[in-house]
């Protein structure tokens, strides 16, 4: 039986070389990064301006876009300016396959808008070829002063590296089983790749690595793995995490062991959203994550109970889901006005039988009258008993009372 900790928390964060992606520190002491990524095409430079906005105000704190045409490259200054415009300054990311070595060398003004280049070693280039564009980028990297993500990705793992391990492995007195070859051709790709790049001059500040694949368990066993391996800031992801709460939930339940080992200086949630929906979800999932593990703090949090027998009406669910939303919506005034507002705790509950004592823990709370109670709602403030709200103006009157406690 493995001896499990009794305190509480993560264990101390691995030591990574911290890198500068615009004015965004990722890895050393830095918090740890949220990352997002548009879904418009880049060709389209107001609607892929728009959508970096909408991501950068939902909390993104780097914005990865497309880069796989010559009109493409030719949007990125164009949209860097529109986002200058709209006052929104976060560091963009090029994402980059098969041709970012020409699109890099043709447009010098992508080239320098980008913040970082992000390259897959499975998507530089075939045969004899490989070498030197992958040599390109970084000579591209190291003209510009940017720093790299080497991503690798198992849906576009290199075959060659693949088929070498494969070959290493059948030499093997005990061969590896087909899922340790394959995470062992994945870290090896994203390794070599960095000391390729560092051959050519990047320094270890300028390299950012990341290893994704779809799987909860392989996700876990590669990154254990790598982050032994180097010092090179990590990127955290679940790849094709899939649709709303099994993306979220795979997500999650992956990149929360390795947070809570302490790996990981960025992470991403690769949500697929509904259609027509917002790409902001993926955001909101991603600082909810880090804050309710108690790594960063974003926005006050709201506790709310699941509601039983006890509250048969829907008043409760409308309170905690107005309460909620309230917070969201006020969230960016807020956090220009209000120093520390990002770490209040809420709590909105049932009836009496948690309620008192949830909202006795929270800054501010409400416990609703619950069937058979009396029809008085006691209020929370700091630990003790405020007031008692009554009547059916309750959800006004509390976030009327929550918007007195954040101004005070
Ligand atoms: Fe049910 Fe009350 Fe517990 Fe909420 S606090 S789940 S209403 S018993």
Redesign the pocket.
């Known amino acids: 039986v493995t001896q499990v900790p009794l305190t509480a928390g993560p264990a101390p964060r691995r030591h990574s070389v911290a890198v500068q992606v615009g004015k965004v520190r990722v890895g050393g002491d830095a918090p740890i990064v949220v990352q997002s990524m548009t879904n418009t095409d880049t060709e389209d430079a107001a609607s892929t301006a728009r959508q970096v906005a909408e991501l950068a105000r939902a909390g993104s704190e780097l914005v990865r876009i497309t880069v796989n045409t010559p009109a493409a490259a030719a949007a990125v200054p164009r949209i860097a300016e529109r986002l200058a415009m709209m006052g929104v300054d976060v560091p963009l990311v090029g994402d980059f396959h098969y041709n970012g070595h020409q699109l890099l060398e043709r447009e010098p003004a992508c080239a320098e808008a980008l913040a970082k280049y992000r390259i897959n070693p499975g998507n530089v280039g075939f045969g004899a070829k490989r070498d030197t564009q992958f040599a390109s980028i970084i000579e591209m990297a190291l003209r510009y002063a940017k720093p790299v993500r080497i991503g690798v990705n198992w849906g576009s793992l290199d075959q060659s590296m693949l088929a070498a391990l494969m070959d290493e492995n059948a030499q093997r007195a005990e061969p590896w089983d087909a899922s340790r070859v394959a995470r062992e051709a994945l870290i090896r790709s994203a390794l070599e790749s960095a000391a390729k790049a560092e051959e050519i001059g990047l320094e270890r500040d300028r390299i950012i690595l990341s290893c994704k694949v779809s799987g909860v368990q392989e996700l876990i066993a590669v990154y254990r793995d790598l982050a032994t391996r180097c010092d090179y800031a990590l990127h955290l992801g679940l790849t094709e995490a899939g649709m709303g709460s099994k993306g979220i939930t795979a997500s999650s339940a992956a990149l929360a062991v390795l947070l809570q080992e302490g790996i990981g200086d960025t992470i991403r949630i690769s949500l697929t959203p509904e259609p027509g929906a917002s790409r902001t979800g993926e955001v909101i999932v991603a600082q909810e994550l880090l804050q309710t593990m108690g790594l960063r703090s974003f926005t006050p949090l709201v506790t709310a109970?699941?509601?039983?027998?006890?509250?048969t009406s829907e008043f409760?669910q409308v309170l905690a889901k107005t309460v909620q939303e309230h917070v969201r919506e006020q969230m960016p005034l807020w956090r220009v006005k209000y120093d520390g507002v990002e770490n209040l705790t809420l709590a909105v509950?049932?009836?009496?039988?948690?309620?008192p004592g949830?909202s006795k823990h929270a800054n501010i709370g409400i416990?609703l009258p619950?069937n058979g109670e009396a029809p008085a709602a006691p209020v929370f403030i700091d630990g003790e008993k405020a007031m008692t709200l009554r009547g059916d103006n309750i959800a006004n009157e509390f976030v009327g009372i929550l918007d007195d406690y954040v101004e005070r």
């Open positions: 109970c699941p509601g039983c027998g006890r509250t409760f509950m049932g009836c009496i039988v948690n309620g949830e416990s619950g």
